[in-house]
């Protein structure tokens, strides 16, 4: 077992060590004082003062750092250098003799320099909330001193004049008691006398006047505004109105003309179907007049011509005896004229033979006319005896050779018509095609009458007989 007595001593020494540590540790906590920002430590007993110190005190100042304190010997206390404020309700009476209530309030603290802290130490260490009261004593005095000397238009008008002024005559005050002022404001001004309230009168009626008069003129303005607006409205209204009525007027003449379309492509196909029907018809009346007239005109046409021919030869023949006959009379007479005028005398038988002259020409020249008389009235039998022999194929020449004549006057009502429109169809073409047609059926019966009479259609009634 090893000897303990050995370890002994220096475990004491160990001991004491730690001993003498805590001793030490304890003794510089309670010895040592800092000071914090916002305070000054002021030491006083067994030390040296401070330059700043005057007046016979002894004392020590500290901010912003520490200090050691011997217990027994020094004595430590902490002087604020916080902001203070007071409240200020101070009656004064102007330089005109009217009273007035001014209500302001100041802050202030200690000041941070060493002379003072050390003013304010000998007042208020211990004592700081006497503080207030001090300030609100010096700043009412200066206040009801300076306002004194003032009116109310410039106490109105110059307010930081009148702080600037209390700041200035109590700062020699203030300085003494250790404290600064950091802010002086005049809060309100009450008037007791109405004097603020009357003498703001006269202006108060001149802004209201002009707020109503430009009141006035905005709600004028605003009027006019509101007019053009409804104006403006009324005229885009009117304009919106007119634009849906024409796309309106256009829509409807869209779907009429949608509408229309159909019927109208239909009619002009129906007439497109009309015109090639009427063409097809007036082809095939051609070719049926062709026929006609390679079948039964052009042979009429040749034996009326072989007739007529005989008949104008005949005449022409009987003229020409006739015209023969009476030169040869009157030849005859003038011979024999000649010959009386011979036997019977030269005057005498002149006159003689002049009358049988004359009567010989006159028998010729009804001869002449007896046989033009005689010629025609067989033109015209022969033209009888040709009817009566082939009656039907005459009336057919005739009336093919018409035909065109009878089909444009039953259409000449339709000769001016720029545009034709069919409201019902095909059915209102057919109808107007087959109106003409009847026209001309109920004109054909009367058309053969008068071919058997012995008429000819295509002369007008003025035209002579003989023509």
């Not at 809060?187 to 003498?199: A, R």
């Not at 159909?262 to 007036?282: D, M, N, S, Y």
């Not at 054909?444 to 008429?455: F, N, V």
């Amino acid at each position: 077992m090893p000897d303990l007595s050995a370890f002994i001593p220096l475990i004491v020494i160990i001991i004491a060590v730690l001993i003498v540590i805590v001793v030490v540790r304890v003794a510089v906590k309670l010895m040592w004082h800092v000071a914090e920002p916002n305070e000054a430590l002021i030491i006083s007993g067994f030390t040296r003062g401070n330059p700043g110190t005057v007046d016979g005190m002894d004392f020590k100042i500290v901010t912003g750092k520490g200090a050691f304190v011997l217990p027994g010997l020094q004595t430590v206390r902490t002087l604020s250098l916080t902001l203070n404020e007071t409240e200020l309700q101070v009656s004064c009476v102007t330089s005109q003799g009217i009273q007035v209530v001014v209500e302001g309030v100041v802050i202030f603290k200690i000041g941070d320099s060493t002379p003072f802290i050390a003013n304010a130490a000998r007042r208020f260490l211990g004592q700081q909330p006497k503080m207030e009261s001090q300030v609100y004593n010096v700043f009412e005095g200066h206040l009801r001193s300076i306002i004194g000397s003032m009116t109310i238009e410039e106490i109105i008008r110059e307010r930081d004049k009148l702080a600037q002024q209390v700041r200035s005559a109590s700062g020699i005050e203030m300085e003494k008691l250790g404290l600064v002022v950091d802010s002086l404001q005049i809060k309100d001004l009450q008037d007791p006398t109405g004097y603020i309230q009357n003498l703001a009168k006269p202006h108060i009626a001149q802004v209201k006047m002009e707020a109503r008069i430009a009141e006035a003129t905005r709600n004028r303005e605003a009027a006019e505004r509101e007019a053009e607006a409804a104006a403006l409205i009324a005229d885009a209204q009117s304009v919106s109105a007119i634009q849906q009525a024409a796309a309106a007027a256009n829509a409807e003449r869209a779907q009429a003309n949608a509408a229309q379309a159909g019927p109208l492509a239909e009619a002009t196909a129906r007439q497109q179907v009309v015109v090639q029907e009427t063409e097809v018809a007036k082809l095939e009346a051609d070719r049926e007049e062709q026929k006609l007239q390679t079948t039964v005109r052009k042979p009429a046409d040749a034996r009326a011509y072989a007739q007529r021919t005989e008949a104008e030869a005949q005449k022409a023949a009987d003229i020409s005896a006739a015209e023969a006959r009476a030169r040869k009379t009157e030849l005859e007479a003038q011979a024999n004229a000649t010959a009386a005028a011979a036997t019977a005398g030269a005057t005498r038988l002149t006159g003689e033979a002049e009358a049988a002259a004359t009567s010989a020409r006159g028998d010729a020249t009804a001869s002449a006319i007896k046989a033009k008389a005689l010629a025609e009235a067989d033109g015209i039998k022969a033209r009888a005896e040709a009817l009566a022999t082939n009656q039907d194929a005459v009336i057919s020449q005739q009336m093919a050779e018409n035909m065109p004549a009878i089909v444009a006057a039953a259409a000449e009502p339709f000769a001016h018509v720029g545009q034709l429109t069919v409201l019902n169809g095909g059915e209102g073409i057919n109808s107007m095609v087959g109106g003409i047609l009847a026209q001309v059926g109920n004109f054909l019966p009367a058309l053969t009458s008068a071919l058997k009479d012995g008429k000819d259609i295509s002369k007008r009634p003025t035209d002579p007989p003989n023509a």
